[in-house]
């Protein structure tokens, strides 16, 4: 996500502990250097409208839309009529017949001989299909807001105070003026009243400590949690300000060219192609919009409660609804293990048994060594007890429900099977400034090893980092960082500097050696991860 942590340091670890860089980053207007390479940072984002180019680039692809085509004709669904607004705005845009065959001939064409005159093209028009596609469905994507607007206002109350922000920071609400507003008018009548657990300094060296005991942890959590309370009220008037007044603005805001998107309009793209949206962020790739298929709450076979749909979600079936009456998206999954979703745990009964016996205290309970691995990894997999410790975290009652077979799943396996597809996928990366496209996944039938992706050919960034590379290879070697922190000796230092290797150490530093010990460890960061890149390369190109 984007925006810089307050009052944190950077830590010396190596490239794979990618959590450095999201709970380490000095704040920005006191960094001496930009967070990326310089050069690569001037590259033109063309401010928000970064997400919709990446899109536009990534589904315009044979397979993804060979796909599409493929699924419409299962459905007798004609695609001229399924994107007739998309087919208009495009042919209008690019001067040609009003078609699908003819748009996606031309958009194909336009992608190898000019990358930059389609993005450019589609990007307004996947805007406004964006929008379009959130209107028809306001409640479901305000609800999913909801979530993400009070994760916000906490951090912006966190930096406010100097707090290093525990989690991830979001990357579209802060970036409305209006809603920055907001949020500092509630800020204003809380700041006075607000008292601490804990001094700042101490909660920020505190969560900034890799390896914390008990009664460190005990310490962090009662400072937020006291400081959770104590803005209760204010989070409260942020959600009737954002549902009588904000959420509209959010939206006609949204609509202008340059408004800053993300994820949740991404997903409602792929909800109107019908395809599935993949956003890589700090290692980790998410399903941003799931989209394998639905099945009803009801039908002439079956009537699911809240409680059933609650065992679809903990046993990852379907995707969390936002709303009580939305249907119920299915997650990826194949048949065989559907029916082990859906049915009774191995050896049940012993488990029920070892659940009764144990009810009072079930939780941190180990489990026993008599039960199959099947029956460990089905617990595992419903939440039941904990992956690494394979011991219980849920209550008795709440374990029962969990081990059961579910009341309609025969009845469930057939609408799943009815409903269940493929979709095309389109993969799309964001470092927490600016989006980008990496090529998508081939689509694979069940059974099917997926091609491995290849990696994408030189760009503007490549061409970019190899040049800023060049000019460190021809310039006077700096120290490396690796070679810093052994020489470095400053008792007198006023600023805690923590190395992380195999244990974790604190130096005292001088503001002055901070800064240079995090330019190296930048510049570090950066090469490894070139390198890296280099080896992937080589390895799928040869």
Not at 461 to 481: F, G, H, I, N, R
Request: proline share 4%.
């Amino acid at each position: 996500m984007n925006g810089s942590y307050m009052g944190s340091r950077f830590s010396g670890v190596s490239r794979y502990e990618r959590r450095l860089l999201k709970h380490t980053e000095a704040r920005e207007k006191d960094m001496p250097y930009p967070r990326f390479l310089t050069e690569a940072n001037e590259l033109p984002v063309d401010r928000g409208n970064c997400a919709f180019k990446a899109f536009s680039y990534g589904v315009c692809d044979k397979e993804i839309f060979n796909k599409i085509e493929e699924q419409l004709k299962k459905q007798n669904k004609d695609p001229n009529q399924v994107f007739q607004n998309f087919i208009e705005k495009v042919a209008t845009a690019l001067n040609i017949e009003n078609n699908w065959q003819h748009i996606t001939q031309a958009l194909f064409q336009l992608k190898q001989t000019n990358k930059d005159k389609l993005q450019v093209t589609l990007a307004p028009i996947m805007r406004e299909l964006a929008i379009k596609q959130i209107q028809n469905n306001a409640r479901q994507h305000q609800a999913r807001m909801l979530p993400l607007l009070q994760s916000t206002f906490r951090s912006y109350i966190y930096e406010k105070l100097g707090l290093v922000i525990p989690g991830e920071k979001d990357d579209i609400c802060r970036r409305h003026a209006f809603i920055n507003t907001q949020f500092q008018q509630e800020f204003d009548q809380l700041k006075n009243v607000l008292h601490f657990t804990l001094q700042e300094d101490e909660y920020n060296r505190l969560i900034n400590t890799t390896h914390r005991s008990e009664e460190e942890n005990r310490k962090l959590n009662l400072f937020e949690e006291n400081l959770d309370q104590q803005f209760l009220n204010a989070q409260q008037s942020v959600l009737i300000w954002w549902n009588n007044k904000g959420y509209q603005q959010f939206l006609a805001e949204m609509e202008e060219p340059g408004a800053w998107a993300g994820d949740l309009e991404l997903a409602y793209l792929g909800q109107y192609f019908n395809m599935n949206v993949d956003i890589t962020r700090d290692g980790f790739t998410h399903q941003m919009h799931p989209t394998y298929g639905e099945i009803p709450r009801q039908n002439e076979q079956y009537q699911l409660t809240q409680d059933d749909v609650r065992q679809l979600v903990v046993r990852q079936v379907v995707d969390h609804p936002m709303t009580e009456d939305e249907p119920l998206s299915l997650l990826s999954l194949k048949a065989k293990d559907l029916a082990s979703r859906l049915d009774a745990v191995p050896e049940c009964e012993k488990v029920r048994e070892f659940i009764m016996e144990n009810s009072l205290n079930l939780e941190q309970q180990q489990v026993s060594a008599e039960w199959p691995e099947s029956c460990i990894k089905e617990l595992i997999q419903r939440d039941v007890i904990n992956k690494s410790t394979k011991k219980f975290h849920v209550d008795s009652m709440i374990a029962l429900e969990r081990i059961e077979a579910m009341e309609h799943k025969e009845e469930l396996q057939v609408a799943w099977q009815e409903a269940h597809r493929e979709p095309p996928i389109v993969t799309l990366t964001n470092d927490g400034m600016h989006w980008s496209n990496i090529e998508p996944l081939m689509v694979q039938n069940a059974g099917e090893v997926a091609e491995q992706p290849t990696p994408p050919p030189a760009c503007e960034l490549y061409t970019a980092t190899l040049k800023v590379l060049s000019m460190w290879q021809s310039k006077p070697k700096a120290e490396t960082w690796d070679e810093l922190i052994k020489t470095v000796n400053e008792p007198d230092g006023m600023i805690d500097y923590t190395i992380t290797t195999e244990h974790d150490k604190i130096i005292k530093v001088s503001q002055e050696t901070q800064k240079k010990l995090d330019q190296a460890l930048a510049e570090k960061l950066q090469l490894e991860e070139y390198e890296e890149y280099k080896e992937y390369s080589n390895r799928h190109r040869n």
